[in-house]
T-cell receptor
Framework: GAGVSQSPRYKVAKRGQDVALRCDPI?????LFWYQQALGQGPEFLTY????????KSGLPSDRFFAERPEGSVSTLKIQRTQQEDSAVYLC?????????????FGQGTRLTVV | RKEVEQDPGPFNVPEGATVAFNCTYSNSASQSFFWYRQDCRKEPKLLMS???SGNEDGRFTAQLNRASQYISLLIRDSKLSDSATYLC?????????????FGSGTQLTVLP
């Protein structure tokens, strides 16, 4: 596709449930970022991949959060044992070059609601 | 204290008005500066980069003051379509990649 695609667009999870959020970056983009955006806040960095390598995961809020990008293309963000505070929009962004975060294009996000 | 601080607004202005947004950042190691625009329930999109010399893109003018760690965005002759949340963004070295650090955004509504 022409842009970054995320699925599902909306997810309602019961507290304690595991969820998996998918990101299809723009084809050929080397860098991939995940961000979390709570209501009324700006996006907060979660993790960064360069191809299949996860080079920075300093923003992951707890060990319940796990991200992977095994073949350097599609990425999955997994949240185990979801809590209400995990409710947010999860944004994925990709950029063509290594570390070129400034030219990143964002997907429309997955809105996660934990009930 | 948040790394990037903005007045959340909301700013409600009539069409044709000039409106200015301010932003301060706390990390003096910040390297690059941007304004992003985010429409309701949409993804953030890059509006413009901000350079020390100041830069203009049509009705939009951005300024950076590194000494004061202050960034501004001026919108002239505002249009209804300018209604959105404006996010101030800085990058800094972090591990092996520069990260985008976002402010909480300033909400603008342009009224007919």
């Amino acid at each position: 596709g022409a842009g970054v695609s995320q699925s599902p667009r909306y997810k309602v999870a019961k507290r304690g449930q595991d969820v998996a959020l998918r990101c299809d970056p723009i084809s050929g983009h080397v860098s991939l970022f995940w961000y979390q955006q709570a209501l009324g806040q700006g996006p907060e960095f979660l993790t960064y991949f360069q191809n299949e390598a996860q080079l920075d995961k300093s923003g992951l809020p707890s060990d319940r959060f796990f991200a992977e990008r095994p073949e350097g293309s599609v990425s999955t963000l997994k949240i185990q044992r979801t809590q209400q505070e995990d409710s947010a929009v999860y944004l994925c962004a990709s950029s063509l070059r290594r570390m070129q975060v400034t030219e990143a294009f964002f997907g429309q996000g997955t809105r996660l609601t934990v009930v | 204290r948040k790394e990037v601080e903005q007045d959340p607004g909301p700013f409600n202005v009539p069409e044709g008005a000039t409106v200015a947004f301010n932003c301060t950042y706390s990390n003096s190691a910040s390297q690059s500066f941007f304004w992003y625009r985010q429409d309701c329930r949409k993804e953030p999109k890059l509006l413009m980069s901000v350079y020390s010399s100041g830069n203009e893109d049509g009705r939009f003018t951005a300024q950076l003051n590194r000494a004061s760690q202050y960034i501004s965005l001026l919108i002239r002759d505002s249009k209804l379509s300018d209604s959105a949340t404006y996010l101030c963004v800085v990058t800094k070295p972090s591990g092996s990649a520069r990260q985008l650090t976002f402010g909480s955004g300033t909400q603008l509504t342009v009224l007919p």
